[in-house]
Structure formats: C-alpha cells, structure tokens
C-alpha cells in the first residue's frame, strides 16, 4: 500500500515539476513571514518539575527579589598595572561612570555599587565580593527582567557601551553572564555553510555531475528553511531550547541530503535502465522512499522518546527537532522527485569530469565492458562485493575483531561525568572568558557559578540565623552574600560561593551536601523550608534526573525500534541485531567523547580550550538521536539484502548482492554526515562542539566497521535464521507497507532477461 501511495506521489511530482517547487516556495515564504509575525526567541529553562532547584525557582520567583530575571557582569581592572581601586581616586572615579553608564541602559533593574562600597572602606567592598582583595578587579552586576521582556537588542546596548567605554575611561573591560549565553548569536551560521558545502563536494565525487549534486542540496535547503522557521514559531508558543535550532539544522542537513542521496541513486539506476525520466522518479520514491519513510519515523520516534525524561526543555527540544526530520522526510518524497522531473534524462549522464574520472579508473579492457553496463551496477559495487564476500567467508574473526574494537573504545563511558561547561571553556578572544578568568583570579573560581538557596522561615524566625551560620560553616562554601528578605513573603535568599568552579564535581558534591546534611540541620523539623537552586544546581539536578531515567528511555527506544523493525523485515534476529549493534556503535562514541572531552585527548583539534564534563542532558539526547540516525543505514541496507532475499532465496547471495549494491551510497552518504556533523565540533560553543563530535564519530563507525563489518558477519553467522519468524507471530503482526513477498525486484518488465543475466554472473 504505502509503495503505491509513495510510487503515484513520485510520479506525479515528477510530471508537473513546477507546480510541487511553487507549492514548496509558497510553503517556504509562509514559514518564514510566520516566524517574522508570530516566532519567538529561544530561551533555556533547565528545570524539571519535583526537582530542588525548581522548588527554589519557585520560591524565588514568590518573592519578586528580581533573581529571577536575567543577569549580566561587567568586570573591570585598571590598564596601569601599578593602580588599584583603594588608593587612586582616577579609577574609583572610572568605575562610578562605569556604573551609572550601565544603570542607565534599557530594562535594567538595578546594579551592584563598588565605588559605593569602596567609600564605606576597602574591607566592605570586598566582604561584599565587589572589589577583589588587592584593590585590582571590581564587579559590577546588572539585574535584567526575565528573558520574556529582553531581547537581542539589550545585549547589543550593553556591548556598545562597553566599546564605547573601552576608549573614554583607563580600565580593561570585559563582561559575561547569562544575557549573553541566553542572546548571543549562535555558531550554527557558519557551521551550516561549511558542512554545505563538504556535501556538495562529496556529492560531486559520487555522482560525477553538477546538477546531481546540486539536488539534494536545494532540497535540504528547502526542507530546512521550512523547519527552522515552524521550529521558530514553536518557539513564540512554548520554550524552546537555545540548542535546538543548531541541533535541528545539524540533524536536518544530515538526514535530508541523506535521504536525498539514496532516493536519487536509485532514479539513476532507473534512468540507466531505459525508464523515462518520470516513471524513473516514481519507481525511485516506491523503492527508496520507502526505507526513507520508515528510517525518518524510526529517527522520529527515537527523538520523542525522550519525553519519558519528564524534563520539559529536553522533551520540547526532542520535539522541535522531529518537526526539521518529519519535514525533510516529505521533501524527499515531493519536493525531491520535482527536481528529479524537471531534470530530465540529464541525471542519466555524469558530468564530463565524472566520465574522465570513471575512464581512469576502467583502464583495463577486461573490466570496461562490464562497467560500461549500469543496469548491474557490477562496476561501482565491485570492490564492495570482493570485501563482503571476504568477510562472509570469515565471519567469525571478523565479528570478534569488530565487536573487540567497538567494546575497547566505549570503555571510556564508564568515567563519564555529567556537569556544566562554564565560560573558562570559550575561547581566549571571547570576553565572556576573559571576565570570567578576572572573576576567578580576584575572587576565586566559585564565584563564576553562585548557587541561590531559598528559604521559607514560616513558623520559625530564628532559622535564617541558623541557616547563614551552618551554610558558611561548609567547607565548600567560600564565602556567604548578605541575606535578602521579602518583607511581603518572608522569603529569603541567600547567594552563597563555592570554593569550586562551577563545572568542578566539587561544586556538585558541595550542593548535594548542602542538600542532604545543612540545610535540614539547620531547618530542623519544623514546618521552615529551604531549597538550593542556581544554575550550577538546576544543571546537577538534570543530570542526576537523565541519568536515573535513561535506562527507561533507552529501553523504551529500543523496543519501539525493535517492533518496528520487525514489522518491517518480518523478522526477529534482524531487528535484535540491529539494536544490539546500533548500542554498540552508540557506546563508542560515547567513550571518544568521554577520551577527548574529559580526558583532553585530541581536544586542541577542535579547538578545544580545556576539559570539561559532558553537559549533563546530552547523553540522552545523543542517545535519541544516534540511535535513530544508525537505523537509517540499517533500514536502507536491510531494504535492499531483502528485495535479495525474496529474489533469489539465498541468504549468502542475498547478504553479498545487497550490501555491495548499497555500501557506495551508504559509505557517501555517511560520508555526508560525518562532514555536516564536524564542521559544527569547531564551533565555539562546548556543547555544540559535543553534539557535532558525537553525531560524527557514531555515523563514522556505523557505517564503516558496523555496516561493512559486522552486519555481514553476523549475518552470514546467523544463516536462513535472519529471516525467521515463527507462524503464529506472522499471522498476530499487522502487515507493514513493504510491497511484500515479491519474489522479483520492482525493475522494468523488458529488462527482467537482462537482471536474471546479471544475477547469476559470477561473484566472488
């Protein structure tokens, strides 16, 4: 059923090309006017419900103290290194027009006041954490609304001023906070371009053509300017993650020219075979779109599932980024079929320096008879089909080795640790680095990373008193900021500073501490409450949150894959392999990042400043993601072994024809993501450098020693076996779309002669 639904789609697109292009440009012009109308901006909210931290926000935000807003530092020293803001009346003059600058600027609520402070005397200025104790750095803080009444603009206003200062006044002037992380461009802009243009140039060398290349680019194109922009919309109704867009855009290019790929190797393979340029089309989108359809709903699926985290930024994001896959899905099956229509037969020709590159390597008479012949396809899969047949005949060194070197590299995993990269991971040029390297070389690394504790005293006067006391008492508590109470509530917040920085597993044992042991000391019985929240908090509490769910998620994401797969392949081995192999290749890329970003190995190769712990909601992610993208390799190369299979009935045959058949679109198209994902790990961001690396170093062996290596192997190990499936589960299964139980190839009738030749032509 869904073969002839995918199949009349296809052809149709394919004859009336301009009506399907037009259709996608208004579709993409409306997306784009909506997000300009109606879209918002992206905003973190790292908090789940039932957490410490969210009861502390909770409180917070009760006693309107205006933490609960947005914040910003501005961090100063002056340029003579002989001056300090005790004894030169120059710089303590600096530092009042510097204040009164910032105050003045649009939505600030309020300011910290060194020069203030530092009338009332030099020891005040620094209890208060103002002015560093040899006089050399001062803080001023700047208070801003919640991120729902900010904007872009407001941080461009404090970086002018902050230009515009660095010329009139004699201090170095440097600023951080998270008004910058929560507004500052993102590093997907060039990242997109770059990984752009690597899928061209790798298109190119695949198909030997311009316009084959340009393809799947222009769809990937559309299909993401559509995504991002309903993912920007989304955006104006709920809150959308700030990593969601870079993850959407990186996850879309990838899968979209994927897709793209396969469905274009079979409309060539078509053209080759006699067909005209529009049945080709549709017989491409039967036969390939259909593992697309399914390998986008198992991407999909995977991605969802992360609603079982019950973390509401995680399950948004999760969301948001299947609308970018779902999109791309519909691209490859309508708006990828037009280009292939209005192309016309010239698909069928590779470009000139494609046929001078293809004489090159067909020098020898005995083997350019054979690749002259492209209904086989003998010339490209070749070398494919000695390797496979190679490791079909050794299946079990092979395996062993394979399933050694994957298990050799996901060791790494079992050190992972979850946290929060901070600032002292940027770059040396940003200034957000710069202010917090003067941060912590005047005030201590702690104070990078405050953690806000709020206290309800109901019932109990004396505990805030109490509460001061035991929490400054704590060795990992450096120092304690005046208390603040609401006179309306009679909520209190205390903002305390580790000794630790806030990426430090330090700082997460200190705030469990604080959690477990001082806090309900200090509360006692009665009915009094007290909760630590902070970013440094809320980042630990969903970690701790994702690792307690994860093995729930992951066994609900590999039974929904597992079924599926079944469904399809009518199989059980097939899909149990596939899961097993797909965790696998998913725990050696965990253990590389664990080695490169934890351990520093190979770090200053993407730029790289200093270890930090993995960004505590990213293995689940990865997870979600990895898992479903690695399902995309194994429905297309299953698809194929088992066309094979219904065709000839022999397994080995089967295995050898269907994977040599696919392994030069698959290793390309792997190629394709694997360059996509990279050029987003030079970004300068910690946690895109993680989602880039990650992405690329999992598809990099799935496609290589999983696809080519063990799949074979196991598969030859396995027999008939691969394709059993007991009666009584055929009979209770719902029959999915496959196009079932063919026993020929879906190819053009006058060929069948030809295909039989072919099939049984000899094969190592």
Do not use: C
């Not at 807003?69 to 009346?89: K, R, S």
């Not at 948001?320 to 099956?333: C, E, N, P, R, Y």
């Not at 990269?421 to 957000?432: I, M, Y």
């Not at 063990?710 to 394709?723: E, Y």
């Amino acid at each position: 059923m869904l073969s002839k639904v995918l199949l009349r789609l296809g052809a149709n697109a394919a004859r009336h090309p301009w009506r399907v292009i037009a259709a996608w440009l208004v579709a993409a012009t409306l997306a784009v006017l909506a997000a300009v109308a109606f879209g918002g901006r992206t905003s973190d909210s790292m908090t789940a419900p039932g957490l410490d931290s969210q009861r502390a926000a909770e409180l917070i935000e009760r006693a309107r103290t205006g933490q609960e807003g947005m914040t910003a530092q501005v961090v100063v020293t002056p340029l003579d290194g002989a001056v300090t803001f005790f004894g030169h009346d120059s710089a303590r003059t600096a530092l009042t027009r510097l204040r009164t600058e910032v105050e003045r600027l649009p939505h600030v609520l309020g300011t910290s006041d060194p020069a203030g402070a530092l009338d009332a005397g030099g020891d005040t200025a620094v209890r208060g954490g103002l002015v560093s104790a040899d006089g050399r750095i001062a803080v001023v803080r700047v208070q801003y609304p919640d991120q729902s009444r900010l904007s872009a603009d407001d941080l461009d206003a404090l970086v002018d001023l902050g230009d515009r200062l660095r010329a009139e006044l004699p201090l170095r002037i440097e600023m951080g906070g998270n008004l910058f992380y929560a507004f500052s461009d993102a590093d997907g802009g060039t990242s997109e371009l770059i990984g752009l243009l690597a899928a061209a140039a790798i298109l190119f060398l695949a198909f030997g053509s311009l316009v084959a290349a340009a393809l799947p680019i222009g769809m990937a194109v559309f299909g993401l300017t559509v995504g991002v922009a309903t993912m920007t919309v989304l955006a104006g109704v709920t809150d959308v993650p700030t990593f969601a867009p870079v993850l959407g855009s990186m996850v879309g290019l990838g899968v979209g020219i994927d897709y793209a790929l396969f469905v274009l190797a079979r409309h060539r393979e078509y053209l080759a075979r006699g067909l005209d340029p529009h049945e080709a089309a549709g017989r491409a989108v039967a036969t390939a779109g259909r593992p697309v359809v399914f390998a986008g709903g198992t991407v999909v699926v995977s991605i969802l599932g992360l609603a079982v985290a019950n973390v509401p930024f995680m399950t948004v994001g999760g969301f948001a980024v299947s609308i970018v896959v779902m999109i791309m899905v519909l691209a490859s099956v309508t708006l990828l079929p037009a280009f292939l229509g209005a192309a016309g037969p010239r698909l069928a020709r590779a470009g000139r320096i494609g046929r001078i590159g293809r004489a090159l390597r067909t020098r020898k008479p005995g083997r350019l008879a054979r690749r002259r012949d492209p209904a086989a396809g003998v010339a490209h899969a070749a070398g494919w089909r000695r390797w496979i047949g190679h490791v079909s005949r050794h299946p079990v060194p092979y395996a062993v080795g394979a399933a050694g070197l994957l298990l050799t590299a996901a060791l790494p995993v079992l050190g992972l640790r979850v946290g929060l990269p901070d600032d002292g991971s940027l770059p040396p040029s940003r200034t957000e680095r710069q202010a917090y390297d003067l941060v912590a070389e005047g005030f201590g690394p702690g104070t990078n990373g405050p953690l806000v504790i709020a206290a309800d005293p109901t019932g109990d006067p004396g505990v805030l008193d109490r509460l001061v006391g035991a929490v400054a008492a704590d060795p990992g508590i450096a120092s304690v900021a005046p208390t603040h109470i609401d006179r309306a509530t009679g909520i209190a917040t205390l903002v305390v500073f580790p000794t630790t920085s806030p990426q430090d597993k330090a700082t997460a044992d200190t705030i469990a501490r604080l959690r477990t042991d001082v806090l309900p000391t200090a509360t006692g019985p009665g009915p009094a409450r007290a909760h630590v929240g902070g970013a440094a908090a809320s980042l630990s509490d969903v970690g701790r949150r994702t690792s307690q769910r994860l093995p729930v998620f992951v066994a609900a994401v590999l039974a929904m894959s597992f079924l599926l797969l079944m469904l399809v392949f009518r199989s059980i081995l097939v899909p149990l392999k596939a899961v097993l192999l797909n965790l696998l290749s998913i725990g050696a890329a965990y253990g590389i990042m664990v080695a490169v970003f934890q351990w520093g190995w190979g770090g200053a190769l993407i730029g790289l400043e200093a270890t930090v712990p993995i960004v505590s909601f990213i293995p689940m992610f990865l997870f979600a993601i990895l898992f479903g993208l690695s399902m995309d390799y194994e429905v297309f190369l299953l698809s194929r072994v088992r066309e094979e299979y219904l065709r000839t009935g022999d397994n080995g045959t089967a295995i050898v024809e269907g994977i040599s058949r696919t392994a030069r679109i698959i290793t390309s198209a792997a190629l394709i993501m694997v360059a996509v994902f990279l050029s987003f790990a030079v970004a300068e961001d910690p946690s895109t450098k993680m989602f880039g690396l990650g992405l690329a170093t999992a598809i990099l062996i799935d496609a290589t020693v999983v696809r080519m290596v063990l799949v074979p192997a196991t598969m030859t190990l396995l027999g008939r076996s691969n394709w059993w499936l007991p009666n009584w589960l055929d009979r209770m299964l719902p029959r999915a779309p496959e196009g079932e139980r063919q026993k020929t190839a879906p190819f053009p009738a006058p060929l069948k002669a030809k295909d039989e030749r072919l099939r049984r032509s000899p094969r190592p």
